[in-house]
């Protein structure tokens, strides 16, 4: 018995085939929306690239390109479909073409809920390259002078302004690292070598962040620099007051914007998935209604459209022994070729 059987008339089979056609432009719309979304993504990934810790992160946003590309050609393909299946006699042309193409629609559906998931699951791989990526961008914070790691401290100082965020975790992040450069500091003070010399790795640590820490917010002139020590500072309590400075870690402010961003990628592919689903069952109706026509013809004369022509169980049954009937014909091949070979030999 086949699945969600309806009958048609030319009346009804007409008007399905209009309202496809136009739901295949709102999937080229869509199409043309997710690609976009992918390169916008790209793009802004590109930005940060020199805190990112590998290139794995660009694999969703070409993955999001490549699957716009693909929506748009298919709901181009289907709409062509749709507009022939208006003149039964236009239509003939594309009948041994449509099974094919709703597979082809079936595993592109697949594909698009894949993608949603890994768009929903970006956020946990984000965050370990993020964290890496931060860490080894603030070691090379002070290397304004080398080449290749010139542009890291302007990279930085921008990211924490528009991300109102400092440091990796937090601020105190910038206590451990040594982000002054050796050239700027006067070896020749008492204080700088004292420093040095207090630490193991001869490293000049300090309890202040970049001015790029900074709230501008904040009534208080900033405090960038000793800001553990308390009486370095009128009517200033490290523990207690509010501090002038971003609190927020940068590797938190940049998961939750690309994280929400790919959140929103993920709705809308899904949405996409939906749209997609609903006009493969819509050409299924029209080829199986084009093709039980009581009289082929007569255009005008009743006919038949379903989903499936059996049921759920019944067609999962046909394809798994089809399955089994291909494995036991390629053994038989393999067997004849090993029979064939030997009496060769």
């Known amino acids: 018995m086949a699945l969600m059987k309806v009958k048609f008339d030319l009346k009804k089979r007409v008007k399905l085939a209009q309202m496809l056609w136009l739901m295949y ?39 999001l390109i490549g699957v716009g590309l693909l929506a748009c050609f298919l709901s181009a393909s289907g709409g062509k479909i749709c507009y022939d299946s208006l003149d039964s006699t236009k239509f003939v042309k594309w009948k041994s073409i449509v099974k094919p193409f709703l597979i082809c629609c079936l595993f592109f559906n697949i594909l698009l809920i894949v993608t949603a998931a890994m768009c929903f ?29 010139c542009y890291m401290k302007r990279t930085l100082d921008l990211m924490q302004m528009e991300f109102r965020c400092c440091g990796n975790n937090n601020y105190k992040d910038w206590f451990e690292i040594q982000w002054v450069s050796n050239r700027y500091l006067d070896f020749s003070s008492k204080g700088v070598k004292d420093r040095i010399s207090s630490n193991v790795d001869g490293k000049y640590l300090m309890d202040g962040v970049p001015f790029s820490c900074c709230n501008p917010s ?13 009486s370095a500072h009128y009517s200033y309590d490290h523990y207690t007051e509010e501090l002038n400075i971003w609190k927020r870690g940068c590797r938190d402010a940049l998961v939750s ?11 809308l592919v899904l949405m996409v998935t939906l749209l997609h689903i609903a006009v493969m069952i819509g050409l299924q109706y029209v080829n199986t209604s084009l093709s039980t026509l009581v009289n082929p013809e007569d255009p005008e004369s009743e006919s038949e459209g379903w989903i499936l022509e059996k049921t759920v169980k019944e067609t999962f049954t046909d394809i798994m022994a089809k399955m089994k009937a291909m494995g036991k014909g390629n053994q038989v091949d393999e067997g004849a070729n090993e029979e064939a070979a030997a009496t060769v030999s």
């Not at 929306?33 to 694999?59: A, P, Q, W, Y």
């Not at 370990?128 to 860490?135: M, Q, S």
């Not at 405090?223 to 308390?230: R, S, V």
């Not at 914007?257 to 709705?267: A, L, S, W």
Request: proline share 5%; hydrophobic share 40%; glycine share 8%.
């Open 25 to 63: 432009w709102f999937s080229i719309m869509a199409g043309v929306l997710v690609f976009s979304m992918g390169l916008f993504f790209k793009i802004e990934l590109r930005k940060r690239s020199e805190l990112m810790d590998n290139n794995e992160s660009h694999f969703v946003p070409n993955i």
């Open 121 to 149: 699951a970006m956020r946990i791989p984000l965050e370990f390259t993020l964290a890496e990526g931060l860490k080894n961008g603030m070691k090379y914070y002070k290397d304004t002078d080398t080449p290749g790691r």
């Open 218 to 230: 904040s009534p208080r002139p900033c405090i960038q620099q000793q800001i553990t020590n308390n």
């Open 257 to 267: 914007y690309y994280g929400g961003m790919m959140n929103t990628i993920g709705i």
